[in-house]
């Protein structure tokens, strides 16, 4: 059109003429137009760009990235890092009138087609910013035909987006030279920093790059760059687009850099969080923090090689604003010998024990228990499981804080017992431990000394719930992670009872030849050891942060020396030391619902007038048991204080009372076995007309004189049930005179006897006795 108009010119212009022009330009432009949408249906726009993925710590810096698919550096430039000299820079160098044309600028084209007429010869600078962009998203030869369908994408383009975002795209795909795509990637590589803070020497220097990307690489030619460079920056100066003093400025910037390289920081992490599929991940890491919790992690695990310990992980979590600040995955990601590139903070591990502040915790709230209450600590037998403790000795009575202290095994069984694993399990899954929701039908007792499968992370987060009061809150590792899942763990007062019990520093687990320095921050903490030594834990928190730390060999194999308390507490200990370092020394307070109260330290109960021993505790008032210590009783016997009475067989007179501890039959069986003496109460009267009533526990199995062949090479157990009276609410088996369980009347019992003649006993709570005799003979069958 524009050449039938030149050719109009020629004549005298007339109105018909006129007329007849704007009526066929017309017809032309709609034409034009329908050709251009029937065009953009049959060939719609693809502007799918795969970014590299980058990963920034908590100010935003590049800390990590990844190269694309196609092996490119193509970093994401976002519309905030555009600055307006960065803009000003590129519009003022590339295409002035970006603004102002559609896409296509139809005066350069034609000044170009005429320089190409007139002077045979090809000259550039037609191409607008979004013709570029449409040449860079598909790279075609250069000729008249691709130059039409740039043409046509570029108008497509400005259809769809705006002036911002097109420029963005161009910022974006513009080529610096071997595979460095975007100015983002090549302010990365070249400047170190992101393109929102270069300067106008390093933007014009940049800006010349892929106009001869392989004749001006950065750091090779330097002087031929700066030399374009102060070109160009001439050229605005007479264009006026800068100031004098911006462009002296500019003038002056030496360009000394060389090609870097991309930051490869937090490698466990950002590996993980890439597989989320964003192209930037924005992770609240402290470079700081990090950088020195690595250090220490490497520096640790490289003294613990000789005991054949050779791998750690470390998560570091900031409890005021619930942020991941700090991810070591291994103890040197490089190290190929002892895979260094597994993720020992997201490895299934065994918890050892780590999970018995929430037991305790969780049985404070349900009224079953306070830290004085005393528990058992003797053998026991749960339906064929046996649990022992970590030095394979039983304690006898000890109270729940001694028992979490000493981090004892068979309270902690008889606890979640008590408490129920249902219940146990299903707040651990609230609190996203994944493995142990997945085999919750796979799960028992045994997972309260380790029994299960739980991750670093998932660790260092539920402790980071003792440190907020008892309240779970997901861990944030990226600045997306706002969507927050809160569950109330314990209560504040459980919380406050838990971590006043694994404060205290004269514990066992205290590591061996640990120099405390006066620095050391006051922390709670807890450790544990999984079967086999195989993974040593010990996680801690302050009002500060919560450190979860995991020692270990990635191989799965055991080390000897391999302990929560002697490996992974001197780490996490040298951790608070240095991040903690100018601590503030605040600490938790007791809580309004957390109160204090007297009790026998005989049993943790309310005292009676019989107590005469008495210890503080905390409680939680109407919910921790409010019972009286009844662990005394007063008992009628003869004179001789060799028998026993009740109230139906006892003497008009010739008895005397006497106050006696009650002692439970397995805690005898310990005192025996301990040679430890104790007052016995004289056994009952055997005229006693109640017990020969048949009053006494029926043994239904195993029958009264019954033959049993036992296959030597695969015994089976024999069963134990009684019937008893209405009032029996306990039963004490005994085989050949020695204790061997209690139970619920109903509650069927297995053991498995040795050869000959066997006496099992049953005995019931009011001290009534029935004995029967069985022959035992092994056989192989
Ligand atoms: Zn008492
Ligand atoms: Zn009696």
Redesign the pocket.
């Known amino acids: 059109m524009y050449f039938a108009f030149v050719e109009n010119m020629k004549f005298r212009i007339t109105k018909k003429h006129m007329t007849r022009f704007f009526k066929r330009l017309g017809i032309a432009a709609i034409g034009l137009f329908l050709l251009f949408i029937l065009l953009n249906l049959i060939f719609p726009l693809k502007t799918n760009v795969e970014y590299s993925t980058i990963i920034t710590d908590k100010n935003g810096e590049v800390i990590n990235a990844y190269l694309t698919k196609d092996q490119k550096w193509r970093m994401k430039t976002e519309l905030t890092e555009i600055s307006p000299l960065l803009r000003k820079t590129i519009i003022a160098k590339e295409d002035k009138y970006f603004y102002s044309h559609p896409g296509v600028n139809v005066f350069a084209i034609g000044r170009a087609f005429f320089n190409n007429i007139i002077h045979l010869k090809r000259t550039s600078g037609a191409s607008t910013i979004t013709m570029q962009v449409a040449r860079a998203l598909e790279p075609r030869k250069r000729n008249i035909g691709s130059k039409l369908i740039e043409m046509f994408r570029a108008l497509q383009l400005e259809m769809k987006y705006s002036k911002g975002e097109i420029l963005q795209l161009y910022l974006n795909l513009v080529p610096y030279g071997g595979n460095i795509e975007g100015v983002k990637s090549a302010s990365q590589l070249y400047f170190k920093k992101n393109p929102d803070h270069l300067s106008l020497a390093e933007i014009t220097a940049l800006s010349i790059i892929p106009n001869r990307p392989s004749s001006l690489v950065i750091g090779k030619n330097n002087g031929l760059i700066i030399e374009e460079r102060n070109k160009w920056l001439h050229r605005f100066a007479d264009e006026k687009v800068f100031t004098g003093k911006e462009i002296t400025d500019a003038l002056a910037e030496p360009l000394t850099t060389v090609r870097g390289t991309v930051p490869h920081y937090i490698p466990h992490l950002s590996y993980k969080l890439k597989q989320q599929g964003n192209s930037l991940i924005k992770t609240n890491i402290d470079l700081n923090t990090q950088l020195k919790a690595e250090k220490i992690t490497e520096d640790y695990v490289r003294s613990q090689r000789l005991k054949n310990i050779k791998n750690a992980a470390v998560i570091v979590i900031d409890n005021r604003t619930n942020k991941v600040i700090s991810y070591v995955g291994s103890s040197g990601f490089s190290d190929t010998l002892d895979g260094g590139q597994v993720n020992g903070a997201s490895a299934i591990r065994q918890p050892g024990s780590t999970l018995k502040p929430l037991l305790y915790g969780m049985s404070f709230d349900e009224g079953l228990l306070t830290p004085k209450m005393i528990i058992t600590d003797v053998a026991v037998n749960y339906e064929g499981y046996a649990p022992e403790n970590y030095d394979e000795k039983f304690n006898g009575y000890v109270s729940v804080e001694y028992a979490l202290e000493h981090s004892l095994n068979i309270p902690a069984v008889k606890s979640l017992k008590l408490l129920g694993y249902e219940k146990f399990i299903q707040k651990l899954s609230n609190c996203n431990f994944r493995q142990v929701q997945k085999d919750r039908n796979k799960l028992g007792l045994s997972m309260i000394l380790g029994g299960c499968g739980t991750t670093l992370e998932e660790l260092t987060g539920l402790f980071s719930s003792f440190a907020n009061e008892g309240v779970y809150i997901s861990p944030a590792y990226t600045q997306d992670d706002t969507l927050h899942k809160r569950v109330t763990v314990i209560s504040a007062p459980a919380c406050f009872m838990i971590t006043d019990i694994l404060s205290q520093v004269n514990r066992p687990d205290f590591p061996l030849n640990w120099q405390a320095t006066e620095h050391m921050p006051k922390i709670a903490w807890k450790t544990g050891t999984s079967y086999g030594r195989r993974d040593a834990w010990s996680i801690g928190y302050n009002k500060n942060y919560t450190i979860g730390v995991w020692v270990g060999n990635f191989s799965g194999v055991g080390a000897p020396d391999l302990s929560g308390a002697n490996v992974a507490t001197p780490l996490l200990f040298k951790l608070f030391n240095t991040i903690d370092y100018n601590n503030d020394k605040e600490w938790f307070t007791q809580p309004a619902d957390c109160d204090i109260r007297q009790v026998c330290s005989e049993t943790g109960m309310i005292p009676s007038e019989h107590c005469t021993s008495l210890v503080m505790d905390y409680f939680e008032p109407l919910i921790s048991p409010s019972k009286v210590c009844n662990n005394r009783q007063e008992i009628m016997i003869s004179a001789d204080e060799k028998i026993s009475?009740?109230k139906?067989?006892a003497p008009q007179n010739g008895y005397k009372k006497k106050w006696y501890k009650l002692i439970e039959p397995e805690m005898q069986a310990y005192f025996d076995e301990k040679n430890i003496a104790y007052e016995r109460i004289p056994p009952?009267?055997p005229d006693?007309?109640?017990?020969f009533k048949g009053n006494a526990p029926m043994i239904s199995s195993p029958a009264n004189g019954t033959e049993y062949l036992i296959n030597k090479k695969d015994p089976e157990p024999i069963q134990l049930t009684c019937k008893t009276a209405n009032d029996v609410s306990k039963v004490y088996w005994y085989i050949n005179n020695k204790f061997y369980k209690s139970s619920n009347p109903g509650e069927k019992q297995f053991f498995v006897p040795e050869e000959g003649p066997v006496k099992i006993s049953c005995t019931d709570d009011k001290g009534r006795n029935r004995d029967i005799w069985i022959q035992v003979k092994y056989v192989n069958l």
């Open positions: 009475y009740c139906s067989c009952h009267n006693c007309e109640l017990i």
